[in-house]
């Protein structure tokens, strides 16, 4: 499935990220995370972009923020994320969430605690995921319980051999469980690409 608004708190590590306003487009689509540095970012955008505004570059009053929505809204952004702390914009204004929920455009506060390339970084793997896997959901809980079977296939270049003896068990057992975990993966995908079994894993580990 593809990322939208509302699973951002959800993904790991960002759940002090909050939605403060326009939460009735919370299922608008991330296409990717833009961090504005300029007062207009809407000369740097496409549509579809998660637009961060950290203050760090550039004073953020109040009124320029409510500006960030209303060209985030002509920009059809997917959202604005807007960080607070002691060093830059110390809060969010009441107001703003109001304007966020007149224009329908969802508005998150992260605090400056997290680093922004964690979050940029969670963004992107989980959008890259939701490409790879053709927008299907994916049983994680399988895949997670498969982590020391996709270490030792990473380490042993697939060989089913080497990977036996890596764990400690019959080869025969290996092969049942790369099959297992095949037929359990979204839509039967090719048991010859691990390339979104690879991602997946990747993904659980950080």
């Known amino acids: 499935m593809p990322l939208r608004c509302h699973d951002i708190p959800k993904l790991p590590g960002l759940e002090a990220i909050r939605i403060r306003g326009g939460s009735a487009a919370a299922a608008n689509v991330v296409r990717w995370p833009y961090v504005a540095e300029n007062r207009s970012f809407k000369s740097w955008v496409k549509g579809g972009e998660l637009v961060f505004v950290t203050g760090i570059s550039r004073h953020r009053s109040p009124q320029n923020l409510a500006e960030c929505l209303y060209e985030g809204k002509e920009c059809d952004v997917s959202g604005l ?3 607070t702390g002691d060093a830059y914009i110390g809060q969010l204004p009441n107001t703003l969430c109001r304007v966020a929920d007149d224009l329908s455009i969802p508005l998150f506060e992260q605090p400056y605690s997290l680093p922004m390339v964690e979050v940029t970084e969670a963004i992107s793997r ?4 939701s490409e790879h896997t053709a927008g299907q959901e994916l049983g994680t809980d399988n895949l997670a319980g498969s982590a020391d079977l996709l270490d030792a296939w990473i380490a042993c270049l697939g060989n089913h051999s080497a990977m036996a003896e890596a764990l400690g068990c019959h080869r025969n057992t290996i092969r049942n469980r790369m099959n297992q975990l ?3 993966l979204p839509n039967q995908i090719d048991p010859a690409d691990f390339k979104s079994r690879l991602l997946a ?4 580990k950080h």
Not at 201 to 204: A, Q, R, S, V, Y
């Open 182 to 184: 095949t037929e359990n």
């Open 201 to 204: 894993h990747l993904l659980l």
């Open 126 to 129: 989980a959008i890259i995921w």
């Open 81 to 83: 994320v807007v960080l």
